[in-house]
């Protein structure tokens, strides 16, 4: 498994990391076991495994929003141990949005932050909205918005940056089926476009294989990398390919890895 895990050339490593937590009323929990893997250069990689496993706290730990308890994150050769914004995007599952901003005004927040002059902010801002489909509702205050559109302003916001690598958790937990479908679809075009490397979270196993290049199954925590699972179906994906065979034998096999270690949780 080690070959697969790790590679040469890696976008992200991660070694030996361990993450655990002190609940305030006392005890700890030991989420995350010592695990390693590598996230290679422009591949959509993504984490599953049983609730509670530590998917979340892995990737605010790629993103540098949390120390680990032990081991190493590096970026090349730097290690991450605090946000890196040029580099390294997030998307969460509840959108996140500034209500009192239209949909431009969120998407130039980040370059606001980074001192960009107003007009570059406006064009680039302009540009990733196009890129999202979304050019005709720059003025519209997140309320106006439906949750997919909302969810491509956020996308959007993280694109707009230039980042080279997106952390997602559950972006589209909150869609509905078809939305989500319809999303992951156009997302996955768009970020293979601009060669992003992306990290990603989901409890969808038809989501998982439809979008990923590689999939992460974690166990029960404390957790290890239980087993990876390389996608290997056309690009781009075509709805149809999801009645496919090989689709389906994929999905089986990540169904069957994690309801092995549900049911090793529950005989415990
Ligand atoms: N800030 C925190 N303080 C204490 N415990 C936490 C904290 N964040 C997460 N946990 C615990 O760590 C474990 C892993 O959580 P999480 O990373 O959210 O898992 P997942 O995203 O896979 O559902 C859970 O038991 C959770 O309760
Ligand atoms: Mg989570």
Redesign the pocket.
């Known amino acids: 498994m080690a070959t697969t895990l790790e590679s040469n050339t890696a976008a992200i490593t991660v070694r030996d990391l361990s993450i655990t937590?002190t609940?305030p009323t006392g005890g700890t929990?030991h989420?995350v076991d010592n695990i390693s893997f590598d996230v290679r250069p422009g591949e959509f990689l993504t984490l599953i495994?049983p609730?509670?496993?530590?998917?979340?706290?892995?990737l605010r730990t790629l993103g540098g929003l949390q120390t680990p308890s032990a081991g190493d994150i590096r970026l090349g050769d730097v290690t991450i141990d605090r946000p890196v914004p040029d580099r390294i995007s997030y998307v969460f599952q509840d959108f996140a949005l500034f209500p009192w901003r239209t949909a431009l005004a969120n998407v130039e927040t980040p370059l606001e932050i980074q001192g960009v002059p107003k007009k570059e902010r406006r064009e680039r801002a302009m540009k990733v909205l196009e890129q999202v489909g979304l050019e005709r509702f720059a003025a519209q205050y997140p309320h106006e918005l439906s949750g997919g559109m909302k969810q491509r302003v956020a996308i959007a916001r993280a694109l707009v940056t230039d980042c080279d690598i997106l952390l997602m958790d559950e972006p589209f937990g909150a869609l509905d089926e078809q939305t989500r479908l319809m999303i992951g679809v156009q997302l996955v075009e768009l970020l293979e476009k601009l060669n992003k490397t992306i990290v990603f979270?989901t409890h969808n196993l038809q989501e998982a294989v439809n979008l990923s290049d590689r999939v992460l199954v974690f166990s029960k925590?404390p957790s290890v990398v239980r087993d990876v699972v390389e996608v290997d179906l056309r690009r781009p994906r075509r709805f149809e390919d999801m009645n496919s065979e090989e689709f389906m034998s994929i999905q089986r096999s990540l169904f069957s890895l994690l309801y092995e270690t549900e049911s090793a949780e529950r005989a415990v």
């Open positions: 937590y609940r929990v989420a495994g609730s509670g496993c530590g998917k979340s706290s892995v979270v925590p």
